[in-house]
């Protein structure tokens, strides 16, 4: 007969919020509708990938919003684990509600760490193909990389995506109210991403497009006055004059921190009272500063 | 109006009746015939108790054999509805809309029933609700009632309309010993013009309640009988003693801390009357 | 005696209307209309109408769901039946609220009716037909829908004009989804 050790309960909380991140890790990567995520993504990577640019610097300009259906995926993953919480089960526990949230936030980071994965290897390929075209001429280039700022918008969406995720299952009681809120945000920021291409709102884009297009000129003017550096586009149908197509690894940069800051606020409205007060205001701190050197770095 | 289907009240004709989830034979070649009364279902979790009453209750299909409900086949569908309109089915656990009061719930049940004359309806509504106990409370939503209560609730709707046949799996959940007690007289006023069909995990009621009982094991039907007779297969075979008997088919500990065994006793051991717990144990636990 | 089934369902529509979760509708279309009002500046391309379509016919085959779908298993009135009754419900009241959208969103008022029941149907139908443990996921289909056609955008041939159809041809899937539903009608 087989004598199994006594179970003895660990008295320390970081242990089981080990355990409990192993376990929604596990869960959350095999959810369905990360499934459909990923393979939206890829259809419509090998469809960008595919067919030849509509424009200079097309590829380069949406690779971003190529891993838009996983963000919602990892949203609606997250929103179902949280959910859970909203049922009693087990509330003579020793673990609190911070400890269970923990777990499904470090589950939900196994989603970020597949996000991350895919971006690097996205990047790395570009980087082996030598890179894709950028700008008009003069100054058109064929060589553009993503900066690591660049690339690492990606972790960052899908951070925002676990905390958008935990705000909507923790807080609303129907879990179809969830699922239906967070596809109704993360489409129009999917799609409709060209509406926050102006300088005045590019900082508050949820998914930052680059290169960011700045009027220098008018249609007249002499386009080889401005540094050889800038990438330029020409007068045509979609604007009366010469713009500089601006790209940045500092205002990538600064738009992570600004995501990273969205992510934090919305983890504390699915956290219990204290350490929401202090993710929240965490969260609003770092959004506004994000946003405010956003709009320095932006010439 | 439609001419209602010639029903036979009390009868019931199970013949090779089988269901498969995936490679699981939930319920294997089960035949029986019920002519009225009261037969309670015992077996253990994952008999197939539960998805034998789903297929008396016409809820669930059969993969294989055939069934005769009140002398209809539950697999056309107007015999189906016909069935269903002189049927009471009590799921297990079942849902309810815990914004509705027991009135609400049971009156939307009874319209669904097709009892759409508004007073007769809700004079009958009022009449289950207070034969299950629950006439103080029939106004309080139900998300404010114990499961006992909620339990009651579904039994209430169950018994709407005075059903034919009623299928009724594990009703005793959640209620205490003298709900119980009301619970056995309401089935036994079933049973008197129809056929009652209950699972339970509970030997005593079964004894009390039942003239007949099935016993069920790993989808099959291991026992059909007394409840008398099934306490008989375990007569000459229980022992009681200090210790665990090592060659005992079962063994466990009684209230009073001796060891009860059930086998075949050795030379010398100090025999037991049997009860209606030792027979079902013997029974149900020598499948495979 | 048997009642005529008009009856028992126009006896049975206050109940179930308040049976219905109606919380998903009611997100939904606020939701929709926050958006509406943040991206009312962006270019208008197809976006607002593909998401407003999605998820009012989602948060409609979620309404669907029926808690007491056990209790009420064994009841005389058949699941087609109670399914559609609590459809209607949910139409005439989501219906009205589309056609108030539709007045106070810029990007939508050109869109008709026929995308969102056709996608609503479509939603509808899955729900009859997907196996037990997936009959949850059946108000994704709106959603994927719309969301895998935004991502194929017209590329891919025939396969991507088919994704289309629901804005394209919303009849033929209408049609199909109705078929589907009458078949499946004794599930």
């Not at chain 2, 107007?78 to 269903?84: A, D, F, G, S």
């Not at chain 2, 309309?161 to 009724?168: F, I, K, S, T, Y």
């Not at chain 3, 041809?169 to 078929?179: D, F, G, N, T, Y």
């Amino acid at each position: 007969m087989t004598v199994l050790a006594p179970l003895v309960a660990t008295r320390r909380p970081s242990r089981v919020v080990l355990a409990l991140g192993r376990i929604e890790a596990h869960r959350m990567l095999r959810h369905p509708v990360l499934a459909g995520g990923l393979v939206l993504s890829g259809v419509h990577g090998w469809l960008t990938l595919r067919f030849p640019d509509d424009w200079s610097g097309a590829r380069y300009t949406v690779a971003p919003m190529l891993l838009g259906p996983v963000m919602i995926a990892i949203s609606m993953a997250v929103a179902g684990s949280f959910h859970r919480e909203r049922t009693e089960l087990v509330a003579d526990a020793p673990v609190g509600e911070e400890v269970r949230a923990g777990g499904r936030v470090l589950g939900g980071l196994a989603l970020v760490a597949l996000v991350t994965l895919i971006a690097a290897v996205a990047a790395i390929v570009i980087r082996a193909r030598g890179g894709l075209d950028l700008g008009d001429a003069p100054g058109r280039t064929l060589h553009a990389q993503f900066a690591l700022t660049e690339v690492l918008q990606q972790p960052s969406l899908a951070v925002l995506a676990v905390g958008a995720g935990a705000a909507a299952g923790r807080r609303l009681r129907s879990h179809g109210s969830a699922l239906l809120l967070l596809f109704t945000a993360w489409f129009p920021t999917i799609y409709v991403v060209w509406g926050f291409q102006g300088r005045g709102v590019v900082p508050f884009s949820i998914i930052q497009l680059q290169p960011v297009s700045l009027p220098i000129t008018t249609q007249a003017a002499d386009p080889s006055q401005y540094p050889a550096s800038w990438l330029l586009s020409e007068p045509g149908e979609y604007q009366s004059g010469w713009m500089r197509l601006f790209t940045s690894g500092s205002l990538a940069g600064w738009h992570d921190v600004y995501l990273l800051g969205l992510a934090a606020l919305l983890l504390g409205v699915a956290l219990p009272r204290g350490p929401r007060v202090v993710l929240v205001s965490a969260g609003v701190v770092a959004a506004a500063v994000g946003v405010t050197m956003q709009y320095l770095v932006i010439p | 109006m439609t001419t209602a289907t010639a029903i036979q009240p009390r009868h019931l004709e199970v013949r090779g009746l089988t269901k498969r989830y995936g490679r699981i034979e939930a319920v294997d070649d089960i035949s029986l015939s019920l002519n009225g009364g009261l037969v309670g279902l015992l077996g253990p979790n994952g008999a197939g108790k539960t998805t034998l009453l789903r297929m008396l209750a016409t809820v669930l299909a059969p993969d294989a054999g055939s069934l005769r409900l009140l002398g209809l086949d539950p697999s056309s569908p107007r015999h189906r509805v016909e069935i269903r309109r002189n049927l009471g089915y009590l799921p297990q656990s079942p849902d309810l809309y815990p914004r509705f009061t027991p009135l609400e719930l049971v009156d939307y049940v009874a319209v669904l029933k097709e009892h759409t004359h508004r007073g007769r309806r809700q004079a009958e509504v009022v009449r289950v609700l207070t034969a299950v106990g629950l006439a103080g409370v029939m106004h309080r939503r139900i998300r404010t009632l114990s499961s006992g209560q909620q339990q009651r609730v579904a039994l209430a709707a169950a018994l709407l309309g005075d059903p034919a046949l009623l299928v009724l799996d594990e009703p005793a959940t959640g209620l205490d010993p003298e709900q119980r007690l009301e619970l056995r007289s309401l089935l036994a006023a079933g049973a008197a013009h129809g056929t009652v069909v209950l699972s339970t995990h509970n030997t005593a009621e079964v004894a009390v309640l039942c003239p007949r009982v099935l016993v069920m094991s790993g989808g099959r039907i291991l026992f059909d009988g007394t409840p008398a007779a099934l306490r008989e297969r375990a007569d000459g075979m229980v022992w009681e003693d200090e210790v665990p008997d090592p060659a005992a088919l079962r063994s466990w500990m009684t209230a009073e801390g001796r060891y009860r065994n059930l086998g075949s006793p050795p030379h010398g051991a100090t025999r037991c009357a049997a009860t209606l717990d030792d027979g079902y144990i013997l029974v149900a636990g020598r499948r495979g | 005696m048997t009642a005529a089934p008009a009856l028992v369902l126009a006896g049975a529509t206050w109940p179930a209307a308040r049976a219905v979760t109606w919380a998903p509708v009611i997100v939904a279309d606020g939701a929709l209309v926050l958006v509406a009002a943040l991206t009312r500046r962006a270019p208008e391309d197809g976006t607002m109408p593909a998401l407003a379509c999605a998820t009012t016919a989602a948060a409609c085959v979620f309404a669907l769901h029926d808690r007491g779908e056990v209790l009420l298993a064994a009841v005389p009135t058949g699941p087609m039946r109670r399914r559609l009754h609590r459809l209607s419900i949910v139409v005439a009241v989501a219906a009205p609220a589309w056609l108030l959208m539709r007045a106070v969103m810029p990007g939508i008022r050109g869109v008709g009716v026929l995308p969102v029941l056709a996608l609503m149907t479509a939603g509808v139908a899955a729900a009859v037909w997907a196996p037990s443990p997936a009959v949850g996921g059946a108000p994704a289909l709106p959603l994927l829908w719309v969301t895998a056609d935004s991502v194929v955008s017209g590329s891919l041939g025939p396969a991507g004009d088919v994704l289309g159809w629901w804005r394209a041809e919303p009849w033929i899937v209408l049609v199909s989804a109705l078929l589907a539903i009458l078949a499946g009608r004794h599930r």
